[in-house]
């Protein structure tokens, strides 16, 4: 679900894995058509799709899944609201047509 939205942050513990394998489902919710896109890297999403291994936020920070890490959830969530403050002041026509797709 991760690789939905549109501004992904998150705290330095933090870990994200691709883990249908794991439990015998098959990843269709739409992860591996986005995950490819987001770091540009079909083997690594591969390896994560096939083995369901973790992987850390220094990691995803370094493949550009997660634009920023953070050392607290406090200060991230913190920067999250401001972003979203300043998103919400702007033209709801012109944030709504800029959904880089």
Known sequence: MTSACDI???THDAFFSIKE???GMAA???TLQRF???VGNDSLVREFALTGRNFSASEASKIGFVSRTFDSRASMMSLAL???KKI????PVAIQV???E
């Not at 919400?88 to 033209?91: I, L, N, R, V, Y």
């Open 8 to 10: 992904r942050y998150c």
């Open 88 to 91: 919400a002041s702007k033209s």
């Open 98 to 100: 800029s959904g880089l």
């Open 28 to 30: 269709d919710v739409g």
């Open 21 to 23: 394998v794991d439990i």
């Open 82 to 84: 401001d972003v979203a």
């Open 36 to 38: 490819p896109k987001i």
